[in-house]
């Protein structure tokens, strides 16, 4: 098992190191023009402001959710955790149903004889940050929350604290070091946005770097200057990556007791507030969402042609870099857990550094001399589709193969149970939830994918995600949100078939 | 049933963090060794080691003249029951007992058939169908030693598996190891806090204490010296 995993991380590794060796060679050095530096401020411009807005709005909805209980408090939490699975080129289409020139907020605010918002540009960029990461920054501020130990919060209640002796006491020195992790964490994943400035931003006011390399792959047919500004993008996704690391720290309040303790929650003024704060967060999560649901329904009974063999290869690319993504990500996992390879943690966490527009020019840089890049469509897209969920995967893997090691690794040793034994009758049964959790995370995020194979993709090469993207840019917006309706019910289909699997597997 | 050296550990010394802990001495075949000692003193540490879970520093541990260093623990002449997680929960009882036979259950009809007979011989006939929580602690201990019965090992080391059960169960348990080393002819090396346990059914006792473990000698020899270290765990009320 050893020899195989080691194997396996060296490849994976490898898969990441040579296109990044092919960009850095290519590029021969950093000559930025100007608007290669517009795209770089643009991109950490957006990034910042992302973060910040995304992190400051999370406050007050993470403190509501944290201590009020409610109908419906868990479904609500739940949901939360959707954007992430929604693809994005999906969620910017519900966006634009609801702030876009004939949304439904322009409307309104045209009947009221007010002038209308523009969704274009840097604001629209940012509002689709934030809606596509609102839920992570809340859901990593409520740990933060819910990691102060219930003793401190009686403690409080016993020394008559006011709300605001409990904000200056237990609350701010928890936010104090739990923010800059989720800021950097949003800030890192903004910087590698393609599909939202793909459609909301362009122009020489609002491109991304990612968004610049496409055009030059795409359009410029200028593979140095894409190599170069992907040299550029990777070294400020890996200085991005490692300051989240270093910042996303887990807050240090000592040993509690007892969770169980309802947190005392202030009446009054403030119950007002956190109802409207939860009601407000759940519009803006949710209403895309529905308006996307009644915008396709229609059209989902007379998609264009293109659709299906698109759809057929989504599912199909879905399902091949999902299975690949576990079986890395389980062999890398497993190794860890025994305490044997430690870099296989890098090979499995490298590719966070990096972005699928940087991966895809590297592979694009590599293949190009020998076959025309487009038969290679969808191999690339599988390969780096896995390269990107492999951090996630392993991540929710890691945890769960230490505590089987640490509880059954003796005594699978002492049974002489090894090998495909040890996989097919212990690794297997006792970690069917997460991978199969792991396995419907990396099958909707392949699905939503829209980034290397915008790179690569021909006509007959198209995606799901692309389908949409060309669909709603050609103006056929029916069309558009009834393929998105099909995209969504897809992707979330295979995360459930996946993840119920898992649980069903589960001894 | 004494006869000659089986299990030798030659100037052994194995080591975790700051502990170390150093052995030289040998065991006649068939004999019922009992660990003794303070806890923390390494008792669990040497099992470990002669199990295979720990590579020693210096020294070399041997089995009729043989070093195990190379021998991953599945395939040492040996069985060990832990303090707990004896049993996988996802398995059934007759799966548990099966991977003591053949780790991958691929079990033929005449294996089947052993494992079914180790269930009766135990006291757990018609059992075999069910998962390890449906069986109470003392049903769980004869499971695992159903399965030392079938692996047939000329070994068995316990690391205290009938820790949480009650005396009147321990008993019963001991008195059940005692049978199964019988019928195996296995060489038994124990662990235990209990003098008592040491007396029941060992013929010696090793004291494990202060970075060393003793050559084995008769417990009554050893109660009734009360060598310092052994005084100051055992305490002054007993006698």
Not at chain 1, 6 to 14: C, M, N, S, Y
Not at chain 1, 319 to 327: H, R, Y
Not at chain 2, 50 to 73: E, K, M, N, T, Y
Request: hydrophobic content about 60%.
């Amino acid at each position: 098992m050893a020899g195989g995993a080691g194997t396996i991380g060296g490849l994976a590794l490898l898969l990441v190191a040579a296109p990044l060796g092919a960009v850095a060679w290519r590029a021969g050095g950093l000559a930025l023009s100007p608007a290669d530096l517009a795209a770089l401020r643009f991109t950490l411009l957006q990034a910042a402001l992302s973060a910040l807005v995304s992190v400051g709005l999370a406050v007050p909805v993470a403190r509501a959710l944290a201590r009020r209980r409610f109908p419906g408090r868990a479904l609500l939490i739940t949901v939360m955790g959707a954007p992430f699975l929604l693809p994005v080129i999906v969620a910017i289409l519900g966006l634009l149903a609801i702030f876009g020139r004939g949304g439904v907020l322009n409307t309104a605010l045209a009947a009221a004889g007010l002038p209308v918002l523009s969704v274009y540009g840097l604001q629209g960029v940012v509002l689709a940050h934030v809606f596509l990461n609102l839920p992570l920054a809340t859901r990593m501020i409520l740990q933060g929350w819910q990691a102060i130990p219930a003793e401190r919060f009686r403690l409080a209640a016993s020394l008559g604290f006011t709300p605001a002796d409990s904000f200056r006491h237990l609350e701010r020195p928890m936010l104090i070091q739990i923010l800059p992790g989720a800021a950097a964490t949003v800030f890192a994943i903004c910087l590698t946005s393609f599909a939202v400035a793909l459609v909301l931003g362009g122009g020489p006011r609002a491109t991304t770097l990612e968004l610049a390399i496409y055009q030059a792959v795409r359009f410029e047919f200028d593979l140095r200057h894409a190599a170069g500004l992907a040299l550029v993008q990777t070294a400020l996704g890996g200085l991005a990556t490692l300051a989240a690391w270093a910042l996303a720290r887990r807050a240090g309040f000592g040993a509690g007791l007892d969770r169980a303790l309802p947190l005392a929650a202030p009446g009054g003024w403030r119950q007002g507030v956190d109802g409207a704060v939860l009601a407000l967060a759940a519009a803006f999560l949710l209403a895309p969402l529905a308006a996307i649901l009644a915008s396709g329904a229609p059209g989902l009974l007379q998609l264009p042609d293109q659709v299906w063999p698109a759809a057929v290869r989504s599912v199909a690319v879905a399902l091949v870099s999902a299975l690949m993504t576990v079986g890395v990500a389980l062999v890398l996992a497993e190794a860890r857990a025994a305490g044997r390879l430690g870099w296989v943690e890098l090979a499995a966490m490298l590719p966070l550094a990096t972005s699928g527009l940087v991966l895809g020019t590297g592979l694009f840089l590599i293949v190009q001399p020998f076959v025309p890049p487009m038969i290679l469509a969808l191999p690339v897209t599988v390969l780096v589709n896995m390269l990107l969920s492999l951090p996630f995967a392993y991540r929710l893997i890691l945890p769960e193969a230490q505590a089987l090691q640490a509880d059954y690794g003796r005594l699978a040793a002492a049974l002489g149970l090894v090998g495909l034994a040890r996989l097919r009758l212990l690794t297997l049964p006792r970690l069917a939830r997460p991978l199969g959790f792991a396995a419907g995370l990396a099958a909707a995020l392949s699905m939503g994918d829209l980034g290397v194979i915008a790179l690569f993709a021909g006509e007959r090469e198209a995606t799901l995600p692309l389908v949409v993207q060309r669909l709603a840019a050609a103006y056929r917006n029916e069309a558009a949100a009834g393929t998105a309706l099909l995209l969504v019910g897809l992707s979330f289909a295979l995360f459930w078939a996946f993840d119920a699997g898992g649980r069903r597997a589960a001894a | 049933m004494r006869g000659d050296a089986v299990l030798q550990l030659d100037h052994l010394v194995i080591a975790q963090d700051a502990f170390r802990l150093s052995a030289d001495w040998q065991v006649p075949a068939g004999a019922r060794v009992a660990l003794i000692g303070p806890s923390g003193a390494g008792k669990s540490t040497l099992l470990a080691a002669i199990a295979g879970f720990l590579a020693p520093v210096s020294g070399r541990i041997l089995w009729q003249g043989r070093d195990l260093a190379p021998l991953p623990p599945g395939a040492r002449p040996l069985s060990v029951l832990f303090q707990d997680q004896n049993l996988f929960p996802h398995l059934t009882v007759a799966q548990n007992l099966g991977l003591g036979l053949r780790p991958d259950l691929r079990l033929s009809p005449d294996e089947r058939a052993r494992v079914a007979a180790a269930l009766e011989r135990v006291g757990l006939d018609g059992l075999g169908a069910r998962r390890p929580a449906e069986l109470s602690g003392g049903q769980m201990a004869r499971a695992a030693l159903a399965r030392v019965l079938l692996r047939a090992r000329p070994l068995l080391l316990l690391d205290e598996p009938f820790a949480a059960l009650g005396p009147a169960l321990k008993a019963d348990m001991l008195a059940l190891v005692a049978e199964v080393a019988a019928r195996t002819g296995a060489t038994l090396l124990m662990v235990t806090h209990d003098p008592t346990d040491a007396r029941a059914i060992c013929d010696l006792a090793v004291l494990v204490a202060e970075g060393r473990a003793e050559p084995p000698r008769p417990p009554t020899a050893l109660f009734a010296e009360r060598p310092p270290a052994l005084a100051d765990y055992l305490g002054p009320a007993m006698q």
